[in-house]
């Protein structure tokens, strides 16, 4: 597609679901990244793949969030066991590289969570 | 850490002002990105800086760096209120890439 694709847009989820959040990235882009950005604030920076590997993981929240990319192109947030604290529109990115630094950001997923 | 600090927060302008918004961050970073965010919608790139001194221009948004003073700016000429929408700055390092934001600065154009 020619811009990152996330689906879905909305989610609702009630207390204790668990939820799957799938990002497609820029076709050949390497590099992806996910953020948490709560209501009137900046991203936060979650996670970081480089192709399937998962190279930094430092700013998922708790055990309850993991994410994955194994082909190393479609990747999936998933947040188990969802808290209202979790309720934020997860913004997923991707780059063509490490050096090639221009990121293309998704619409993003509005979690809400009940 | 690495911290990102924006200011002001809150912008209101007349259209036709000039104003600058700042980006301040705490430890060495090679490259340094403003984005902007309409409401309800994902991140716009505007600029990416890599170098000090480093200037971009794009209409009437001009970003500069100086890396020394670890601070970007963002100079709106002659505001219009298409330009109204939340800035954000954002910085990381070719060791890291981990992509660090500001809170934001929400600028509001009136006529």
């Known amino acids: 597609g020619a811009g990152v694709s996330q689906s879905p847009r909305y989610k609702v989820a009630k207390r204790g679901q668990d939820v799957a959040l799938r990002c497609d990235p820029i076709s050949g882009h390497v590099s992806l990244f996910w953020y948490q950005q709560a209501l009137g604030q900046g991203p936060e920076f979650l996670t970081y793949f480089q192709n399937e590997a998962q190279l930094d993981k430092s700013g998922l929240p708790s055990d309850r969030f993991f994410a994955e990319r194994p082909e190393g192109s479609v990747s999936t947030l998933k947040i188990q066991r969802t808290q209202q604290e979790d309720s934020a529109v997860y913004l997923c990115?991707?780059?063509?590289?490490?050096?090639?630094?221009?990121?293309?950001f998704g619409q993003g997923t509005r979690l809400t969570v009940v | 850490e690495l911290k990102v600090e924006q200011n002001p927060l809150f912008l209101s302008m007349q259209e036709g002002k000039n104003y600058t918004i700042y980006c301040n961050y705490s430890?060495?970073?090679?490259?340094l990105y403003w984005y902007r965010q309409d409401p309800g919608k994902s991140l716009e790139s505007l600029f990416v800086l890599l170098s000090n001194g480093a200037v971009k221009q794009e209409g009437r948004l001009m970003a500069s760096l100086d890396t020394k003073a670890r601070l970007s700016t963002l100079h709106i000429t002659a505001a219009v209120h298409d330009l109204s929408a939340t800035y954000f700055c954002a910085v990381d390092s070719y060791n890291n890439n981990d992509m660090r934001f500001g809170a934001g600065t929400r600028l509001t154009v009136k006529p």
């Open positions: 990115a991707s780059s063509f590289g490490l050096y090639n630094t221009e990121a293309f």
């Open positions: 430890t060495t970073s090679d490259r």
